[in-house]
């Protein structure tokens, strides 16, 4: 099983940019494919970013695309979520999540597709 660990949260003026960091331990061995969600206080989680295991099909929520880019290093398990332009409606707990990558799948936009998630790291984007 592999477990997952975000960091790079913070906080952040409306206008800047942060790379969440997702850090992949464990049995690394298996091809994963890790989604970035996030939550704000009384909504549900929602979809980001998702990244294949071989890194070359990523999918944006709309509300992101244009100025967030997912990206992985697997020799060193990592995944990064680079988020520019940030605004106060950025502002939730990011979470990294993992599902094992299967032939020809891209890479599910559902939570509920998700079954490894971390922690979470807090994003505060003032106005």
């Known amino acids: 099983q592999v477990q997952l660990g975000e960091s790079g949260g913070g906080l952040v003026q409306a206008g800047g940019s942060l790379t969440l960091l997702c850090a992949a331990s464990?049995?690394?061995?298996?091809?994963?494919?890790i989604g970035w969600f996030r939550q704000a206080p009384g909504k549900e989680r929602e979809f980001v970013a998702a990244?294949?295991?071989?890194?070359?099909?990523?999918r944006y929520a709309n509300s992101v695309t244009g100025r967030s880019t997912i990206s992985r290093d697997n020799a060193k398990n990592m995944v990064y979520l680079r988020m520019d332009n940030l605004v106060p409606e950025d502002t939730a707990i990011y979470y990294c999540?993992?599902?094992?990558?299967?032939?020809?799948?891209?890479?599910?936009?559902?939570?509920?597709?998700?079954?490894?998630w971390g922690q979470g790291t807090q994003v505060t984007v003032s106005s």
């Open positions: 999540a993992a599902v094992r990558q299967r032939l020809g799948w891209d890479p599910p936009l559902s939570r509920h597709d998700y079954d490894i």
């Open positions: 464990g049995r690394t061995s298996s091809n994963y494919i």
């Open positions: 990244i294949s295991w071989g890194g070359g099909t990523t």
